[in-house]
C-alpha cells in the first residue's frame, strides 16, 4: 500500500522522513513531490510500504506528530496511488474489518480467541442463514485498529481465507440509493 503524507514542510528531506516511518516497517520507496520549476519541496511525499500492516501501523503512530525541528504535526492519509488520498485516523474505521470462512459449528468465542492474538477484537459477526438459524460458515471480524485488521489478513491461518471487508453502509443509506434507481410510482416499469 502507498501512503499519503502532507505537511512534510521545508526542511525534511527523505532522510528526515524515512528515518520516522522506517521504525514501523520496510519501506520499498518514498517519493518527495517537488515544483517541477523551482525544485523546491511541496510538503507532500509518498511512501510505499513493503506490507500493509506496516503502512497502517505508520500512520497510527506518525498521524499529528511532528519531524524533527518542524513544529508542524504530521497529516498522513491512506492512499491506493500517488495522488489518491483515502482515509486516515479517526475517520470512519477505514478497513478494520475482515471478512472470514469458519466451520459452520464455530463459536463466536473460538474466533474471537484465534484473532485476538493480533490485535484487539471488538467484534465478530457469525453470518446465518435467516429461515433456519443455522451458521452460514462465514464471520466478520472487527479490530479496534486497521492495523490489528491487516496484521490478521497477512498472518492468519490459511484456511480462513480472509480478506478485508468494506465498510458498512448504513441501511437508510442503502434505502436512500435504491430508491433513487426506483420508478418514481413505486410499480416499475412503464
Known amino acids: 500500500k502507498q501512503w499519503y503524507q502532507r505537511r512534510v514542510r521545508g526542511n525534511h528531506d527523505e532522510d528526515d522522513i524515512r528515518e520516522s516511518f522506517s521504525k514501523y516497517g520496510r519501506l520499498q520507496d518514498i517519493w518527495v513531490v517537488k515544483d517541477r520549476h523551482s525544485g523546491e ?13 506496516e503502512a497502517h501501523i505508520a500512520m497510527e503512530k ?7 525541528s518542524d513544529p508542524k504535526p504530521l497529516k498522513v492519509l491512506l ?19 475482515i471478512f472470514i470462512l469458519v466451520p459452520k459449528d464455530a463459536a463466536q468465542s473460538e474466533i474471537e480467541e484465534e484473532f485476538s492474538k493480533f490485535g484487539k477484537v471488538e467484534n465478530v459477526q457469525i453470518l446465518m442463514d ?44 442503502r434505502q436512500d440509493n435504491n430508491d433513487r434507481h426506483s420508478h418514481r410510482d413505486g410499480h416499475g416499469g412503464g
Open 79 to 97: 492512499s491506493d496511488n500517488k495522488g489518491q488520498s483515502r482515509s486516515g485516523p479517526g475517520e470512519t474505521k477505514p478497513r478494520s474489518r
Open 130 to 173: 435467516r429461515q433456519t438459524g443455522a451458521s452460514k460458515g462465514c464471520a466478520y471480524v472487527t479490530f479496534e485498529k486497521p492495523s490489528c485488521a491487516f496484521i490478521a489478513l497477512e498472518d492468519c491461518d490459511e484456511k480462513f481465507r480472509a480478506v478485508i471487508a468494506e465498510p458498512r453502509v448504513p441501511r437508510d443509506a
Open 41 to 53: 519541496r511541496k510538503g507532500i511525499a509518498y511512501i510505499k510500504f513493503e506490507k500493509a500492516s
Open 62 to 68: 506518525l498521524h499529528g506528530s511532528t519531524i524533527g
